[in-house]
C-alpha cells in the first residue's frame, strides 16, 4: 500500500487517542 496513507492512519489514531484521554479527565475531574 501508500505508506503515506499508513502515516495518516497512525496519525489520526494517536490523535483520537489523545483526544480521548483528555475526555476521561474531563469526567474524572468532574
Known sequence: ???G???L???TS???ILMA???A???RDR
Open 25 to 27: 479527565r474531563d469526567l
Open 9 to 11: 492512519i497512525l496519525v
Open 14 to 16: 494517536v490523535l483520537m
Open 1 to 3: 500500500m501508500i505508506p
Open 21 to 23: 484521554r483528555d475526555i
Open 5 to 7: 496513507m499508513w502515516a
